[in-house]
């Protein structure tokens, strides 16, 4: 069983940057794509940004685009996500989530469905 531990969630600033991580464990033999999603209070879980295992094929939602990137450190198993200029609406609960590497796509890199493993989540809340 694949474990996702993100971490770098808090509070911040209108304005601010953070930068979240996923702790892969242990990872998925083969190729896989994992993503970053969140919820936000009264809304349903929505993607925001992934890549490929092999780092190539990265995905961002339309609401961070130009100010979010996505990386992975592979020797340490790790996903990143950075965001800046973070608004309000940012506010939520981020999650890590990896695809099955055999699981064959059905939908989109931000659609939940196509994901089998899911961490617990870090806090991300934006305050003016």
């Known amino acids: 069983q694949v474990q996702l531990v993100e971490s770098g969630g808090g509070s911040v600033q209108v304005g601010g940057s953070l930068r979240l991580s996923c702790v892969v464990s242990?990872?998925?033999?083969?190729?896989?794509?994992i993503s970053w999603f969140r919820r936000s209070p009264g809304k349903k879980r929505e993607g925001v940004a992934g890549i490929q295992s092999d780092g190539r094929k990265p995905w961002y939602a339309d609401f961070v685009k130009g100010r979010s990137a996505v990386s992975q450190d592979n020797a340490k198993a790790t996903l990143y996500l950075q965001v800046n200029d973070l608004k309000p609406e940012d506010t939520a609960m981020y999650y890590c989530?990896?695809?099955?590497?055999?699981?064959?796509?059905?939908?989109?890199?931000?659609?939940?469905?196509?994901?089998?493993?899911w961490g617990r989540g870090t806090q991300v809340t934006v305050s003016s």
């Open positions: 989530a990896v695809r099955h590497p055999d699981k064959l796509w059905i939908g989109r890199p931000g659609d939940e469905y196509e994901y089998t493993y």
């Open positions: 242990p990872v998925p033999v083969g190729q896989f794509y």
